[in-house]
């Protein structure tokens, strides 16, 4: 039994039991990696696929009772293997974080800037995706750190997240618009104009419908955008208000737009810090973390991931 025999049936399952993507994506030969399978199931005395003919369908019982073995036995070896890189270097290394457009455009910036700073050796990567695509990348161990609103909240025990900050939905409109002048605005006042927002599943959208749904009310969302700045944009062109999450406006760089508090309109939203419970973390991991969040130390987040 070896290691790449482990990475072949895990990249097969990831792959859609497509053995020849698996094979591509770990740069060996489709018959090569047909051979680490029979001689892995030969030595483990049972079949780990069905197949009819040379095809792959999926994983029979056995199989996928394995699978969670080895995602564990290759997880342990990957940490292994940052162990030993953090004893050799400690302030030098590769931080991945996976987020949303939103978090990466509005509220990271100084906290990527301060650890920078202090780690200016660290090679800091910032995938910007969609909440699903953040799970994904953290369930992989592509990532260390994964900080999203919507999705990792879904994992159970797979995750451990921690708040990062609270923040509202605002309304933002141009200059001069009529809303401007209304005090005790309401949705019904915002259910009258054509709305531009978030994407289902972006930056809290499930509970901006929540908030209309709750009192009545049909929104007429008009147009969709995976970020503010888009959104902004369209709401200078005329093409309806904006709903946007409330730190994603800055009234310097946004001159000729106006922010209308939304936090009596729409429930209080939370991103979280999500790590992946077995990930091995650098020692600057952890200070990322803490620039987060000051109630966040190496000891109270060892202890949440079951490591202390």
């Not at 698996?22 to 740069?27: E, G, P, R, T, Y």
């Not at 200078?236 to 508090?261: F, H, Q």
């Not at 973390?289 to 987040?301: F, M, N, Q, R, V």
Request: charged letters at 20%.
């Amino acid at each position: 039994m070896n290691l790449q025999q482990l990475r072949i049936v895990r990249e097969t399952v990831r792959q859609r039991f497509n053995l020849t993507e698996a094979s591509n994506a770990l740069f060996t030969s489709q018959s090569g990696a047909s051979k680490h399978i029979r001689d892995l199931e030969d030595e483990l005395g049972v079949e780990l696929f069905e197949r009819r003919g040379k095809r792959i369908l999926g994983l029979t019982t056995a199989g996928g009772t394995l699978l969670d073995i080895i995602e564990r036995i290759l997880l342990d070896a990957e940490n292994l293997k940052r162990s030993a890189q953090q004893l050799a270097n400690q302030d030098q290394g590769r931080l991945a974080i996976a987020t949303t457009h939103t978090q990466a455009r509005y509220a990271l910036p100084p906290v990527v800037a301060s650890f920078k700073e202090r780690f200016p050796k660290v090679s800091l990567e910032l995938h910007q995706c969609s909440p699903s695509e953040i799970v994904s990348l953290l369930k992989s161990g592509s990532v260390d750190i994964g900080i999203a609103t919507e999705g990792v909240n879904d994992e159970g025990s797979s995750f451990v997240r921690f708040p990062f900050h609270h923040w509202h939905h605002s309304i933002v409109i141009p200059e001069g618009h009529p809303l401007a002048q209304v005090d005790d605005l309401r949705l019904e006042d915002i259910a009258d104009y054509p709305i531009v927002t978030y994407h289902e599943g972006f930056t809290g959208r499930t509970r901006i419908d929540q908030a209309f749904q709750a009192a009545g009310l049909v929104p007429n969302v008009v147009l969709t955008a995976l970020d503010a700045d888009v959104i902004k944009t369209y709401v200078e062109l005329g093409l309806g208000i904006g709903v946007i999450a409330s730190l994603a406006y800055n009234a310097e760089r946004d001159r000729g737009l106006t922010l209308l508090p939304g936090d009596t309109l729409f429930p209080r939203n939370t991103t979280y810090l999500a790590l992946r419970r077995g990930h091995f973390l650098h020692a600057f991991v952890y200070e990322f973390l803490h620039l987060c969040s000051d109630a966040l130390d190496e000891a109270t987040i060892q202890r949440a991931l079951g490591t202390r």
